[in-house]
């Protein structure tokens, strides 16, 4: 039996993600691999080794082309809050970072993969951290969490720590992916239809993506850290505020005339098709605006 990680409450079989168990917490609706799964090491520290990828005139170019995106989050946190310090949690390369010290904002980003976070420093110049507890607790107006809770193993641990960065009256901004996108959940239900097969396609793997969340999962995570739910709602790949079109989620924008055909259907074209479910929750991801409340 396995608990939810985000309630503690009793869980059920969900099917089989990538080879391995999902359980559905009854209460949340969140989706997890079991305790032991989830503790296995990460499969994705390799990222951002490739030396042609991190070089500095290819890094600033991506940075570039994603600048328009992250200046349109940068304008929807500053509709929200006042003070402009940010806290990226697993900010990555930096972009988002860069983009925000360029429109005012104080930044600090913490990243625990050493590729990125020289990346980061060296070529952007942002001050990061490895060190979680030598951030000063309350010091910051947002706190961001973007691709970041579906890698946790310990959720709640997790979110508490990341929220004690945050001062009171501050915002939490998350984006995960979301289990029930229109596009998987077709697949799986004709599959299972045709086969009677318990497989699910899902984004989640061990190793990688080990938890699986909708609006509701990752609301409740939230306001069981005690954080109130502002808005909660699903985009897709075309969104130009979250997820521009071909953008691979790491660093840039491809171009539609880099893929092949069977990539182009087999991969983006579930992506945009997704579009279709973003008001009914079927969207490809999730995002949540969360409030610490004043004391
Ligand atoms: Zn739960």
Same mark, same amino acid.
């Given at each position: 039996?396995?608990?939810?990680?985000?309630? *503690?409450?009793?869980?059920?079989?969900?099917?089989?993600?990538?080879?391995?168990?999902?359980? %559905?917490?009854?209460?949340?609706?969140?989706?997890?691999?079991?305790?032991?799964?989830?503790?296995?090491?990460?499969?994705?520290?390799?990222?951002?080794?490739?030396?042609?990828? %991190?070089?500095?005139?290819?890094?600033?170019?991506?940075?570039?082309?994603?600048?328009?995106?992250?200046?349109?989050?940068?304008?929807?946190?500053?509709?929200?809050?006042?003070?402009?310090?940010?806290?990226?949690?697993?900010?990555?390369?930096?972009?988002?970072?860069?983009?925000?010290?360029?429109?005012?904002?104080?930044?600090?980003?913490?990243?625990?993969?050493?590729?990125?976070?020289?990346?980061?420093?060296?070529?952007?110049?942002?001050?990061?951290?490895?060190?979680?507890?030598?951030?000063?607790?309350?010091?910051?107006?947002?706190?961001?969490?973007?691709? !970041?809770?579906?890698?946790?193993?310990?959720?709640?641990?997790?979110?508490?720590?990341?929220?004690?960065?945050?001062?009171?009256?501050?915002?939490? !901004?998350?984006?995960?992916?979301?289990?029930?996108?229109?596009?998987?959940?077709?697949?799986?239900?004709?599959?299972?239809? *045709?086969?009677?097969?318990?497989?699910?396609?899902?984004?989640?793997?061990?190793?990688?993506?080990?938890?699986?969340?909708?609006?509701?999962?990752?609301?409740?995570?939230?306001? *069981? %850290?005690?954080?109130?739910?502002?808005?909660?709602?699903?985009?897709?790949?075309?969104?130009?505020?979250?997820?521009?079109?071909?953008?691979?989620?790491?660093?840039?924008?491809?171009?539609?005339?880099?893929?092949?055909?069977?990539?182009?259907?087999?991969?983006?074209?579930?992506?945009?098709?997704?579009?279709?479910?973003?008001?009914?929750?079927?969207?490809?991801?999730? %995002?949540?605006?969360?409030?610490?409340?004043?004391?």
């Amino acid at each position: 039996m396995e608990n939810c990680p985000t309630c *503690a409450k009793a869980s059920l079989e969900k099917g089989v993600v990538n080879g391995e168990v999902v359980f %559905v917490c009854p209460h949340c609706t969140l989706w997890f691999y079991s305790s032991e799964v989830r503790g296995r090491l990460p499969s994705d520290e390799d990222w951002y080794t490739d030396p042609v990828s %991190v070089a500095p005139q290819y890094i600033r170019s991506c940075l570039e082309t994603m600048r328009p995106t992250f200046q349109r989050q940068i304008t929807e946190l500053n509709n929200l809050v006042e003070e402009r310090q940010v806290l990226d949690v697993g900010c990555g390369l930096g972009f988002f970072l860069s983009v925000a010290a360029s429109e005012g904002w104080e930044t600090k980003g913490f990243e625990k993969n050493i590729h990125a976070a020289n990346v980061a420093q060296d070529i952007l110049n942002i001050s990061i951290t490895n060190e979680f507890n030598k951030i000063l607790d309350e010091s910051f107006s947002v706190v961001r969490l973007s691709h !970041i809770l579906e890698h946790v193993s310990n959720p709640l641990d997790f979110l508490s720590s990341a929220i004690s960065k945050l001062r009171p009256g501050g915002i939490s !901004i998350s984006i995960v992916p979301n289990v029930n996108s229109f596009s998987y959940s077709a697949i799986t239900l004709i599959r299972n239809l *045709a086969t009677k097969s318990n497989r699910i396609t899902a984004p989640m793997s061990p190793g990688h993506h080990i938890l699986g969340f909708n609006r509701l999962s990752l609301s409740k995570l939230y306001e *069981a %850290v005690s954080m109130q739910p502002l808005k909660v709602f699903n985009i897709s790949m075309g969104s130009q505020t979250f997820y521009p079109f071909f953008y691979d989620g790491l660093m840039t924008r491809q171009k539609i005339t880099d893929f092949n055909l069977k990539t182009l259907l087999k991969y983006w074209l579930p992506l945009f098709l997704d579009n279709v479910g973003n008001g009914f929750g079927g969207g490809q991801w999730v %995002v949540g605006y969360f409030k610490k409340p004043l004391k």
